[in-house]
């Protein structure tokens, strides 16, 4: 259950975030262990000197072109897979996502448009960076009409639109039409990534407390309807749902403050992979289609790895921070 979205299958007007437990035990047990895991982690990583432990696709003998190559196509991955679901959502007259029911009426409607606009942009790669303002906007507007912790679940989507704006959408994209458009913003490049990357783990990090460790009661009623406590099947039966809910909103913040602080990222992302995909063929669409933008930035954090202290490579044609573009620079073209 670490990793989804229970808001999704359930009433989401009965289980307000109950703010209170920030001063319970409930609260301050996960962050103490959070912040003590990701604390020892970056002390290990950086006794390493940044090396990864899992091999990135230089290490397995990917040439230095086609890594390049590789890494200018992820902006479209990105674009297209945050299209789709801005269109099932524009459409569907939400917010992004399920839970962001938008109302009927002038509103409503002018958001949902906005929704289809940029995911049609994003599509096409037509007029991207606009695209990527506009999504940021919608951000913003949907923070004032839900509040800012429904949208701080999602504060990936304004990495993604940081990421754009920066990049661009990449290649196969209407906007290489127009030289100017499609060139990536060069001083904002070598923040993109790093902001997608923290963003992504603030997104994680908030989810821990709003649907787990700040609302049991949602929780708990998701899990009556899905049985996912295995923990009883493996002879823990002590560990019932409550104490589920607990360990794993502590096992979501960890994720989130270790994606934040960027070490061993690769590693973390091939870890996050199994829970994050376990649920699927049990949540069905629903599931699939919310989470593709979070896929395409795992492909991009995957490929990419971790950061250098200079910019040295291009991610569409920019230079960029990255451990494998060290290795890059001294290959032949």
Known sequence: MTLLHERW??????????????????TWIPVGIAAGITLLAVLAWRQRRGRTLVPGPIELG??????????????????LHTAVVLLVSGVSLRLFFPNLLLPRNF???????????????????????????????????????FGPLPLLEH???????????ANGRGPL?????????????????PSAVPVLRVLIGLSIAVVAFTEKLWNLPMGLAFLADHPFNFFPALGMSSIGNREFLIIAGTVELTLGLLLISGAFTRLLILIIWVPFNLTLPLLGWRELVGHLPTYGIMALLLVWGKERTRPTMALGGVAERTGDAERLRQEPA
């Open 107 to 145: 509103l409503g409607a002018v958001l949902g448009l906005t929704e289809i606009a940029v995911g049609l942009s994003f599509l096409y790669g037509a007029l991207t960076r606009l695209g990527a303002i506009a999504l940021a906007l919608a951000w913003v507007a949907g923070a004032i009409v």
């Open 173 to 189: 994209a209407l906007d290489m039409a127009m030289e100017r458009l499609h060139q990536p913003i060069e001083w904002l490049v």
């Open 9 to 26: 299958f359930v009433d989401n007007a009965r289980y307000p975030v109950q703010l209170d437990a920030i001063f319970t035990s409930r």
């Open 155 to 165: 504060a990936e989507l304004l990495g993604i639109a940081f990421f754009l704006f």
């Open 62 to 79: 990917m040439s230095g072109e086609n890594y390049k190559r590789l890494l200018s196509w992820m902006p479209l991955v990105i674009g």
